[in-house]
């Protein structure tokens, strides 16, 4: 489903969020408090947008499943003149292709909620970061004012599908997308899957009225 959509992938992050994104991974990349030395590990990068975004870490490595996908990332990196800075690999977020201890930093923007074992691929990035290393999580949620979780709810379940449909073609993917986020734990339920996973001052931070949680957490020790 991955590889079928990522022609239209970026356009489509660009069109439905009303270029939103671009903010709230910057919001993300801002709470690594990164100085310019470190590593960061971007799992489930995707076509690589935290990866060339995160222009304050000194090494960045993507990891994904999708091939498809990472050949748009790998592109992007080339044409962006990132390619000694930032290196894609394919991997399993469950079993990551890092060795122990061996990050600063990690991330996952929009695609823990797609591995089918999301507290194997947080325990995994626990094992990748240093004790000390910073993580951050962006994942789509449900607003809490009920006005804007009236609307927001119905673009997502009726007009968020029709518009991914007719600009990528395939007809399963964007309507798995709300599928995914209403079986997504709720974001109290999810801070203690981080925290069993070895993260400690465990954060859940709404932006843009809880469509979507930034979540932060440090390794344990």
């Given at each position: 489903?991955?590889?079928?959509?990522?022609?239209?992938y970026?356009?489509?992050?660009?069109?439905?969020?009303a270029?939103?994104?671009?903010?709230?991974?910057?919001?993300?990349?801002?709470?690594?408090?990164?100085?310019?030395?470190?590593?960061?590990?971007?799992v489930?990068?995707?076509?690589?947008?935290?990866?060339?975004?995160?222009?304050?870490?000194?090494?960045?490595?993507?990891?994904?499943?999708?091939?498809?996908?990472?050949?748009?990332?790998?592109?992007?990196?080339?044409?962006?003149?990132?390619?000694?800075?930032?290196?894609?690999?394919?991997?399993?977020?469950?079993?990551?292709?890092?060795?122990?201890?061996?990050?600063?930093?990690?991330?996952?923007?929009?695609?823990?909620?797609?591995?089918?074992?999301?507290?194997?691929?947080?325990v995994?990035?626990?094992?990748?970061?240093?004790?000390?290393?910073?993580?951050?999580?962006?994942?789509?949620?449900?607003?809490?004012?009920?006005?804007?979780?009236?609307?927001?709810?119905?673009?997502?379940?009726?007009?968020?599908?029709?518009?991914?449909?007719?600009?990528?073609?395939?007809?399963?993917?964007?309507?798995?997308?709300?599928?995914?986020?209403?079986?997504?734990?709720?974001?109290?339920?999810?801070?203690?899957?981080?925290?069993?996973?070895?993260?400690?001052?465990?954060?859940?931070?709404?932006?843009?009225?809880?469509?979507?949680?930034?979540?932060?957490?440090?390794?344990r020790?």
């Amino acid at each position: 489903m991955f590889d079928a959509i990522a022609p239209r992938y970026d356009l489509l992050n660009r069109v439905l969020s009303a270029g939103i994104d671009r903010r709230w991974r910057a919001r993300a990349i801002r709470s690594l408090q990164l100085t310019g030395r470190e590593t960061l590990l971007d799992v489930c990068t995707g076509t690589a947008d935290v990866a060339l975004q995160a222009r304050g870490a000194a090494r960045v490595v993507g990891v994904d499943f999708a091939g498809a996908m990472l050949s748009i990332g790998h592109r992007k990196v080339m044409q962006a003149g990132e390619g000694t800075r930032i290196g894609l690999l394919r991997g399993d977020a469950t079993h990551l292709p890092i060795r122990d201890h061996s990050v600063d930093a990690a991330t996952v923007a929009f695609g823990i909620r797609n591995v089918q074992r999301p507290e194997a691929a947080c325990v995994e990035m626990a094992r990748a970061l240093r004790p000390g290393g910073r993580l951050a999580i962006l994942e789509f949620g449900v607003p809490r004012i009920w006005g804007i979780s009236t609307l927001y709810l119905w673009y997502f379940k009726y007009l968020l599908p029709a518009v991914g449909r007719a600009v990528s073609g395939h007809n399963a993917a964007y309507s798995y997308l709300p599928a995914s986020v209403g079986a997504f734990p709720p974001p109290p339920e999810f801070m203690q899957v981080l925290e069993r996973s070895g993260f400690t001052n465990v954060r859940a931070d709404p932006l843009t009225f809880g469509i979507v949680y930034l979540y932060t957490g440090v390794k344990r020790g």
